[in-house]
Nanobody
Framework: QVQVVESGGGLAQTGGSLRLSCVAS????????MGWYRQTPGHPREWLAE???????NYADSVKGRFTLSADSAKNTIYLQMNNLKPEDTAVYYC?????????????WGQGTQVTVSS
């Protein structure tokens, strides 16, 4: 069972920055991907960025150019550097780790970390 733990959320001002961290542990088969999502009340979870096993990183258009995903693959850790924050970035941010075994992808989620951007 993979455990996923996010950290680094908090309060920022408009135009400010925050850095989130996510550590995945307990993988028996290695991770195929790790990524970041966010969610606000009453809305579906929104995909933000993902790093796949090959090292390729993809971003949603909504955060491209402002958010940067980096990784320490040896430690199954990813980061999300968030710059030029806007009030609409306020959300709970979740990390997802994907393990492949038995012919299927198995996603594991963290508990989320709150990011609040004040105007």
């Amino acid at each position: 069972q993979v455990q996923v733990v996010e950290s680094g959320g908090g309060l920022a001002q408009t135009g400010g920055s925050l850095r989130l961290s996510c550590v995945a542990s307990g993988s028996a088969f290695g991770l195929n991907a790790m990524g970041w999502y966010r969610q606000t009340p009453g809305h579906p979870r929104e995909w933000l960025a993902e790093r796949i096993k090959s090292g390729v990183i993809n971003y949603a258009d909504s955060v491209k150019g402002r958010f940067t995903l980096s990784a320490d693959s040896a430690k199954n850790t990813i980061y999300l550097q968030m710059n030029n924050l806007k009030p609409e970035d306020t959300a709970v941010y979740y990390c997802k780790a994907v393990e492949f075994f038995g012919g299927n992808n198995h996603p594991y989620w963290g508990q989320g970390t709150q990011v609040t951007v004040s105007s």
